[in-house]
């Protein structure tokens, strides 16, 4: 076959609804762009687990604190199936976290906002994997198989994280008036980067119109932070909350919420390294990152010495 009906052959796929397997032929700047999207997903995933880490240990009950481990720890086998979805592609996990530890890879912006109180943790659970599950049920059905099948387990997961957050939400929203207003403050601080969470307005979003040609992406950033706005809003409304919006109104011709502007030079900032927390959350990795390099060390030596053991036996049966 040519370049060109290798290329014929996988548009038709991608116009048929058939996925796209590791072995197949795909355009380099396909395999590029999901490299990208993926690997920026894992590590996401990954410094995801920081800010609600800082709180496993000052969690108020014994309940409390068991579900944050468990939806912490659920953060992090996320980020393990998507690097080996990435590494489905031909890149390895070393240059991932090289370029996740040099900063020449993005993660996302909400992770650099630090966890001031308690009421964080159902504001996290709440609003940003709410957010994410938004972006990420639509990304069971994208074109790169392992990517999709991926995306399945982790959206069940992201239910319960979400529900999690809710119910904490809830909860301090029906109790003392110190508890609804420290859940109030929580919402105030993280609403506006949970929107931005979905990147730049479309009109300034450089990848999505091919994305959404490759089936890669199945909705635009502002669709899908409409549709977020639009099930968030009522959410508050329902346990009592202020969405620090003032600009927020219904609109009954276009059937969403209207919503005030997005401070976007906040978001590139963030994005660009500046935000209040991303100098901590990338030493917090590379220290974990060198502090595990003895147990790395460790399983390569076993796995030599087994290797050089079976070797050994094999000469000795001959
Ligand atoms: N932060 O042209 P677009 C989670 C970058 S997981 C930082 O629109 P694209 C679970 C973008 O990379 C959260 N950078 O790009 C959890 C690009 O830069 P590049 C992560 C951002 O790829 C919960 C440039 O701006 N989810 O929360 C952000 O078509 C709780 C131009 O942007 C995913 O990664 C941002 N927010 O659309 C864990 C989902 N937005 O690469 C722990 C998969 C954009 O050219 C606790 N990813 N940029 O240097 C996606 O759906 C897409 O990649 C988007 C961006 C929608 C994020």
Redesign the pocket.
């Known amino acids: 076959m040519t370049v060109h009906s290798f290329q014929e052959h996988f548009d038709k796929k991608i116009d048929d609804e058939v996925m796209i397997e590791p072995r197949d032929w795909m355009p380099d700047d396909y395999r590029k762009?999901l490299i990208?999207?993926?690997s920026?997903?894992a590590h996401?995933?990954i410094?995801?687990?920081l800010?609600?880490g800082n709180w496993i240990t000052r969690a108020p009950s014994l309940r409390r604190k068991a579900v944050l481990l468990a939806?912490?720890q659920d953060?992090g086998g996320?980020g393990l199936y998507l690097y080996s979805a990435a590494e489905t592609l031909g890149i390895s996990r070393d240059e991932m976290l090289d370029q996740l530890h040099t900063g020449k890879?993005?993660?996302?912006?909400?992770?650099n906002y630090p966890s001031l109180t308690w009421a964080d943790m159902g504001a996290?659970?709440w609003l940003?994997?709410g957010?994410?599950i938004m972006?990420?049920v639509p990304?069971c059905r994208t074109s790169y198989g392992p990517y999709a099948r991926a995306m399945v387990r982790v959206c069940k997961e992201?239910s319960f994280?979400q529900r999690q957050g809710f119910e904490i939400m809830l909860t301090l929203s029906n109790g003392t008036e110190v508890q609804k207003k420290m859940a109030q403050d929580a919402l105030n601080r993280w609403w506006w980067p949970s929107i931005?969470?979905?990147?730049?307005p479309?009109a300034?979003?450089?990848?999505?119109a091919q994305?959404m040609r490759w089936r890669?992406?199945r909705f635009t950033?502002d669709e899908?932070r409409q549709k977020f706005i639009d099930v968030t809003v009522e959410q508050a409304k329902l346990i009592g909350l202020t969405v620090p919006d003032p600009d927020l109104k219904w609109n009954d011709a276009t059937g969403h919420y209207d919503y005030g502007a997005i401070n976007w030079d906040e978001?590139w900032n963030?994005?660009k390294g500046n935000g209040p927390c991303n100098k901590e959350r990338l030493e917090a990795r590379k220290k974990a990152w060198e502090d595990g390099a003895w147990v790395r060390d460790a399983a390569l030596a076993y796995s030599k010495k087994r290797k050089a053991r079976k070797e050994n036996n094999k000469t000795l049966a001959a």
């Open positions: 762009t990208r999207q993926i920026q997903h996401s995933e410094v995801g687990m800010p609600e939806k912490v953060e996320h890879a993005k993660y996302s912006s909400i992770f996290i659970g940003v994997d957010a994410a972006n990420q990304l992201e994280h931005m969470m979905f990147g730049p479309d300034d979003s450089p990848h999505t994305s890669i992406k950033n899908l978001f963030v994005v």
